[in-house]
Structures are given as structure tokens and as C-alpha cells.
């Protein structure tokens, strides 16, 4: 299956892309909230934002894949720049067909062209196939991370 994935600006066509993601088949894994085009624009208005989207090229109508969200950071020191990945959902009807692995591939493209210094992940221990994607892609350093959450009233 060919896969173009393609780096989402504000300058880009939104409709379609958020007509995209709302209309896929997500599951409790993803924690997809439905998207609009001005929350997209509004995140996208950010420097330091990366989002991108991936379709199944292979007939006349693209399919939709996926989509991952992050943010190039400057770290308080050097001017070290990192690639801090927020999300990556690949479509429940589309999995195991490549999309994550090309999702994070442009990702890992994207921090090189930027000059980052590393590229930062999480994701939790019993997600079996995130797990397994990142493991793919051979990572310099696998460390468990505990994570806390605060929510603000």
C-alpha cells in the first residue's frame, strides 16, 4: 500500500482533513474528542507545532490513515532543539498496514530537518503495539517512565 503522509500547515485546506478524523473509526486507545477546523487552526498558529496525516494512496479515493501531533522544543540551555511527540493514532480499521511506522518515520524526518538534538516519546507499558511499532524503529534508549497526571479545575 502506498503511503503519502504529509505535514499539515495553517496554510493547508482543513475541512477535508478534520471532515477525516471525525468521519474514522477510533477506539478508547486513541482519545480522539471530535476536531474543528478553527482548534486545528489555532494549534496549527504555533512555531512549534508538527502535525501530520497519512492516506493509503493505492486507489482514486485516498483513505485516511492516521494522524500524529507534537511540538520542536528548545531546551534552557545550548539552544539544543527536541521533537517531543504528543500523539500518534493510526484509524482501528487500519492498522497493522504500515501507517504508524510512516506517521513516525515523517516525524523522525521532520526533527532531522529541524536540527533536533532527539526525538521524545511515551506511551504506556501495556500498549503492546505501540510498543512494538516504537521497538521497530529502533530506538537509542528504552526507559520506564512514570507518568503523572494533574488535572486543573
Same mark, same amino acid.
Given at each position: 500500500?502506498?503511503?503519502?503522509?504529509?505535514?499539515?500547515?495553517?496554510?493547508?485546506?482543513?475541512?477535508?482533513?478534520?471532515?477525516?478524523?471525525?468521519?474514522?473509526?477510533?477506539?478508547?486507545?486513541?482519545?480522539?474528542?471530535?476536531?474543528?477546523?478553527?482548534?486545528?487552526?489555532?494549534?496549527?498558529?504555533?512555531?512549534?507545532?508538527?502535525?501530520?496525516?497519512?492516506?493509503?494512496?493505492?486507489?482514486?479515493?485516498?483513505?485516511?490513515?492516521?494522524? %500524529?501531533?507534537? @511540538?520542536?522544543?528548545?531546551?534552557?540551555?545550548?539552544?539544543?532543539?527536541?521533537? +517531543?511527540?504528543? /500523539?500518534? &493514532?493510526?484509524?482501528?480499521?487500519?492498522?497493522?498496514?504500515?501507517?504508524?511506522?510512516?506517521?513516525?518515520?515523517?516525524?523522525?524526518?521532520?526533527?532531522?530537518?529541524?536540527?533536533?538534538?532527539?526525538?521524545?516519546?511515551?506511551?504506556?507499558?501495556?500498549?503492546?503495539?505501540?510498543? %512494538?511499532?516504537? @521497538?521497530?524503529?529502533?530506538?537509542?534508549?528504552?526507559?520506564?517512565?512514570?507518568? +503523572?497526571?494533574? /488535572?486543573? &479545575?
Amino acid at each position: 500500500m502506498p503511503i503519502e503522509v504529509i505535514n499539515v500547515s495553517n496554510k493547508d485546506k482543513l475541512e477535508q482533513i478534520v471532515a477525516d478524523i471525525n468521519n474514522s473509526d477510533w477506539d478508547a486507545d486513541n482519545d480522539i474528542t471530535q476536531y474543528s477546523e478553527s482548534a486545528l487552526l489555532a494549534y496549527l498558529e504555533r512555531q512549534d507545532t508538527v502535525f501530520v496525516v497519512a492516506y493509503d494512496q493505492s486507489n482514486s479515493q485516498k483513505t485516511f490513515l492516521g494522524m %500524529a501531533s507534537g @511540538r520542536i522544543e528548545f531546551k534552557p540551555y545550548d539552544n539544543e532543539r527536541w521533537l +517531543y511527540i504528543d /500523539e500518534v &493514532d493510526v484509524c482501528v480499521d487500519q492498522r497493522k498496514k504500515g501507517a504508524g511506522k510512516a506517521l513516525m518515520k515523517k516525524l523522525l524526518a521532520i526533527a532531522d530537518e529541524a536540527d533536533c538534538e532527539e526525538v521524545w516519546l511515551g506511551t504506556e507499558i501495556d500498549n503492546d503495539a505501540a510498543n %512494538a511499532l516504537y @521497538r521497530s524503529l529502533d530506538p537509542d534508549d528504552v526507559g520506564q517512565v512514570v507518568g +503523572y497526571t494533574y /488535572e486543573i &479545575d
